[in-house]
Structure formats: C-alpha cells, structure tokens
C-alpha cells in the first residue's frame, strides 16, 4: 500500500530532553514511509542524541548551530529550508523550545527554522518533560500560546519518566508521533484537535481493551482487542473538555493524558466498575471486548491432562453485559454509546443491537474491510443513532480521527 508520506517533505526538531534518543527512531520511520528528512536539532540535544545518527538517518546534514558550515550553501538556509518542508514536527519539545517558541525568540537555529515555518504547513509539537515542568504554568501558558498560534500539541503520555518518577511527560510512542503526522495530511475535518468547550463539565466513562478470564491458575480466555480505539476515545474526549474516566482491560498503550484509569482485568470487574461510575456519569461508551462467555468454574492451580485421549470439556457462563445494563437503567439525561463489530451485515446488525441494547448511539466497524478492526493504527466506522435510520459511514481513518468524529456526534445528540 502506497504511504500517504510517500515523498513528503518534513523537518523533524529534536531539542535537549532525554526523550531525544528516540528521535532517530522518528526519523528512521519517516524514511520507511518514504519520506524525506531534514533534521534540526538545539545544541542541547546534541548531549542526548548525536548529529552522526540522525544525518545517517536522514540521508541529509544536520543543522544545529546557526552558522554551522555544513548547511550555509543555499545562503539564508533557515529560510530555505523552511519553504521547503510540507510539515515540521519537533519531537521531543523541551520546555526551553517551547517557550523560545511561545515568544518568538529565534536563538536557536531550531526556533529560527520554526519561527521561519510558511502559515499553512503544519507544525506539531511534542512535548516531553517531567511532570512539574510540564505542570508549570509557565510551561501551560506556553502551550496554550502555541495552540493559539494553530501549532498542534501532541499531548504527552503518562507513565514512567526517566527520571524515576511517573506521571505526565512521556514523549507519545513512535506509532502515535507518526499516525499524528499522517493525520496532518489526511481531508478528514476531524484531522484537528477538538474545541475544549464541547465536552467541558462533562463526565464521561469508557471501557477499553479486553477481559480476560481464568481457566486455571496459568490459562486464561481472551481477544485479540489492544485497546487502541477506546484509548483514542479517551484522548478525543479528554480534548473536549470532558472529565474521562477509563476503565481498561489489560493493554500494552499508554494511557492518554490526564484521564482517571480503572484497570480491571474480567469481565465481572469491567461490569462492576462501571456500574459504580455510571451514577454520576454523563456519557457512557462502551468500547471494550468483553467476553461474552467466563469459565463457569476456574480451578486453583493447573489443570493436568488426564493422558485418556479424550475430549476435554470446558463449561461456561455467560458474563453480565455492561452495555445491555446500562442502557436499561440510563436517565432521560444519560447518554450510553455502544459498539458492534460484525463480520457481515454490519448496518442490520449494528441497529438490532443498538435496539436491543437500548442505546442511543452504535458505532458499528467491520471485522473485515482492510483499515478495520482489532489491533491496527486505523478503523472505517458508521454511526447509527436511536429514532432516525440515517447512516453516518466515514472514510478509513486513524483512530484518533474516528475517536474525534465519534465525540462530535455525541456532541450532537
Ligand atoms: N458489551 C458489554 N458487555 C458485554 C459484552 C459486550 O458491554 N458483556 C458491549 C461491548 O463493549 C460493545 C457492545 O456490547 O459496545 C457489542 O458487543 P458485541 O460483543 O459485539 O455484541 P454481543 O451483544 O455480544 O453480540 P454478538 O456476539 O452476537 O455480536
């Protein structure tokens, strides 16, 4: 499949954050995707990550001092280069580069490149500190700044810094600084952030990810649901102004920034937490893969085969479904969004379950069309709401892009 980056000019920025030795990570798939690299880096970023990576890379020279001799040849080159570039993205951005950003201070040749940046090609930033840094209102006020001037934010992730300490602050995974940068050049309208107002004093709850539920001490029944879209959600949600409380399933994702997680591991717990959080919740989605069925007796210890050569049966019983719950017991204020994933028929079945569930939305995707499903980075949804038979389908999109078009059509009910 052809790269949406295939020949795509871009600046990758790296500045003096500890995060900047995943840099040439960036880089490396950037040039994967076919793209072409320019890599600009502070001289602080240089403790972190050598020039000597990042030109091999890259396949280009870097520039790090303004007057470096390597990159003069085409006179004002902060210029040139940034007429060249179809996008710009600094990852990670220091607390320094984006205040020396914020105030259009170009004493760098990173600030002065970005500073040079034509209106109308995208600059990303992704943030990446410890958390009192990033918490600083210092460093609050600059982003806030940064977004006014239409700069996109990459919210950091949470989790262990390394420095030890874990909260907010992480440069975001490599796959998600690239789906970032795809969505840039996408159509969709939902490639953009979304307005903090639309959600603001808003609760809203989400499950994500898979249930897993015990055999035996050391086997378990699972699906192959990574949490990606629920996660997603959770951040467009978050973007929206909503307080986000996540209730997952065990994944390996980072967890969005600033939301309120629940881990649970089966899918009795899912149903128990959320039924806690439902009654002072606003908007329920439903995004999990929980197991319809949970072994009907888990044994301690192992199971040991018996050696007779024959068929071993297992019983199960059906679990509490979440969705099918909270539906039946919703407000007229609350609102209950679930999920159908369906192999075939999608539309006929995504409305039966979205009847039967006594829902007021159904995000229906395909177990089967190609940017569909489980595990990958994009989805091709359709939204089907209660008391009108209009079918919304959007384009294959990552995500983020759908998470967003989900939450302006809750917006809308
Ligand atoms: N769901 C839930 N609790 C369950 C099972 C499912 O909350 N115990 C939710 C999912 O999170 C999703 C929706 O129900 O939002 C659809 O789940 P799905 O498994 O596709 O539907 P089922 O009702 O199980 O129907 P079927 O297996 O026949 O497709």
Redesign the pocket.
């Known amino acids: 499949m052809s790269s949406i980056l295939k020949n795509k000019k871009i600046i990758v920025g790296t500045t003096g954050s500890i995060a900047a030795y995943k840099t040439p990570l960036l880089v490396r798939e950037l040039m994967r995707a076919s793209a072409h690299v320019n890599v600009v880096m502070t001289p602080s970023a240089k403790n972190f990550v050598t020039p000597m990576v990042l030109e091999n890379l890259s396949r280009s020279a870097v520039a790090c001092e303004m007057f470096d001799e390597a990159v003069q040849s085409e006179g004002a080159w902060h210029i040139q280069l940034a007429h060249w570039a179809d996008l710009m993205i600094i990852a990670p951005c220091s607390a320094t580069t984006l205040g020396r950003l914020a105030n259009g201070i170009c004493d760098t040749s990173l600030a002065t490149v970005a500073t040079a940046l034509p209106t109308g090609v995208p600059m990303l930033i992704a943030p990446s500190m410890d958390t009192d840094m990033w918490v600083n209102p210092a460093t609050q006020r600059n982003v806030r700044l940064l977004k006014e001037y239409g700069y996109m934010i990459i919210p950091p992730g949470d989790g262990q810094l390394s420095s030890g300490l874990v909260g907010l602050g992480r440069l975001p995974d490599i796959p998600v600084l690239m789906n970032y940068i795809k969505d840039a050049f996408t159509d969709s309208p939902n490639r953009f952030p979304l307005d903090e107002s639309l959600l603001q004093g808003k609760k809203v709850i989400i499950?994500a990810g898979s249930t897993v539920e015990k055999i035996d001490d050391v086997r378990y029944i699972t699906n192959h649901s990574t949490g990606k879209m629920g996660y997603a959600l959770a951040a467009a949600a978050k973007e929206a102004g909503a307080d986000v409380t996540l209730i997952s399933g065990p994944v390996h994702i980072d967890a969005p920034s600033a939301v309120n997680i629940i881990n649970v591991t089966t899918?009795e717990e899912?149903?128990n937490a959320?039924v806690k959080e439902f009654a002072d919740t606003d908007i329920a989605i439903?995004?999990?893969?929980?197991?319809?069925y949970t072994p009907a007796n888990p044994a301690n210890g192992k199971i040991k085969k018996d050696g007779s050569g024959n068929n071993m049966t297992l019983e199960l019983k059906e679990?509490?479904?979440?969705?099918?719950?909270?539906g039946a017991n919703k407000t007229g204020s609350q609102i209950v969004?679930?999920?159908?994933?369906?192999s075939e028929k999608e539309i006929e079945?995504g409305r039966k379950?979205l009847e039967?569930?006594n829902c007021n939305m159904?995000?229906v995707n395909s177990a089967t069309a190609p940017r569909s499903g489980f595990g990958g980075d994009d989805n091709t949804i359709s939204i089907l709401k209660k008391n009108t038979d209009e079918v919304k389908s959007f384009e294959p999109a990552s995500k983020i892009v759908c998470a967003r078009g989900i939450v302006k059509e809750i917006v809308g009910l």
Do not use: C, N, Q, R
């Open positions: 499950t899918a899912m149903f959320s439903m995004a999990a893969a929980v197991a319809d679990t509490k479904d979440i969705l099918a719950h909270l969004i679930g999920f159908a994933l369906e079945y379950k039967k569930k159904i995000v």
